[in-house]
């Protein structure tokens, strides 16, 4: 078994919901913590930057008088994600905001800072990391990082073109961490599938999309409902760093799915240019084929865990 850190030891599903840019909002974690899994969101979906203040004030309050309420069943931690590549100039102020309300969780995401976990571990907080490789792996537990996100080949938004087996083999002949899987696991199973391949905890994004508290639109949530591995394009172009997208988005747009440019990976950038570009192009993974209805988040997490433990009965676990 992984060494997990305290913040992670007692999910009621080991589920990590992934931050979604834009979709991610303060009722969607809350409701995600409720039912059991850690909840996530950028800290870039708070614009103005000062309105990142009273989202975490909302989280941590509503969070608290939930398990003031239920004692003997509290929620989940929630996390943060933080671009730490040199395009956020937020990154600063939004970590000093962090800081005072003591985030249990930081998700880094485009490059492994050491200043950033010190900081972190600073207030009493752990730090995962999303990698989409071995190489990448080592070099964020060697500044520090807690734990790892390994983005498989068909996760939603930046993924890695690695095979889920491959990419979790390597990591654990040397790191015996918490690792998080993501990669098309939008099912119970999956989940399981996850576990069984080493990782502890399944990382679960384009689910979240379609439920009624992700700020998404209608049109979107149902491309999703509607759609499946066939409707994933593979791309550079929106934001530099590849990515996973729906067609139907990037056909509404104006352009050919099948034919898209390369763009130039030096230009990427993750502010107010990127957030318009995410407005209308929409990120999702490949396995929204499991994705049959938008629900709310607690039915979609009793749904996964119904199907976790079906799944476990299946092989008598």
Request: charged share 20%.
């Amino acid at each position: 078994m992984s060494k997990l850190p305290p913040v992670l030891q007692n999910l009621s599903l080991p589920v990590i919901a992934s931050p979604l840019f834009i979709i991610s909002n303060p009722k969607l974690v809350i409701e995600q913590c409720k039912a059991g899994v850690v909840g996530a969101m950028p800290a870039l979906n708070a614009r103005p930057a000062e309105l990142l203040d009273e989202w975490l004030a909302e989280i941590t309050e509503a969070l608290a008088a939930y398990n003031q309420a239920h004692p003997d069943k509290p929620a989940a931690p929630f996390a943060i994600n933080q671009i730490v590549h040199k395009s956020n100039d937020r990154l600063e102020h939004d970590m000093q905001v962090c800081a005072k309300y003591k985030v249990p969780i930081i998700i880094t995401s485009l490059g492994a800072r050491e200043d950033v976990n010190q900081a972190v571990h600073a207030w009493g907080g752990i730090v995962l990391h999303d990698i989409i490789n071995n190489k990448f792996a080592h070099k964020a537990i060697e500044k520090g990082a807690d734990g790892l996100i390994a983005v498989a080949a068909g996760a939603g938004g930046h993924a890695g073109v690695k095979s889920p087996f491959a990419l979790i083999q390597e990591i654990r002949q040397w790191f015996d961490g918490p690792v998080a899987l993501s990669g098309s696991i939008a099912s119970g199973g999956a989940v399981l599938a996850a576990q069984a391949m080493g990782a502890d905890f399944g990382y679960i994004g384009s689910a979240f999309i379609a439920t009624h508290e992700a700020r998404a639109s209608d049109a979107y949530k149902q491309a999703i409902v509607e759609g499946s591995s066939d409707d994933i394009v593979y791309s550079n172009l929106f934001t530099g760093v590849h990515g996973n997208y729906l067609a139907p988005s990037i056909r509404a747009a104006g352009m050919d799915p099948d034919n898209l440019p390369e763009s130039d990976p030096s230009k990427m950038n993750f502010g107010g240019d990127a957030k318009k570009a995410w407005k209308d192009i929409w990120g999702c993974g490949q396995g929204i084929g499991a994705i049959n209805a938008v629900t709310s988040t607690a039915e979609l997490v009793a749904k996964l865990r119904g199907e976790y433990e079906a799944a476990r009965a299946r092989l008598k676990l």
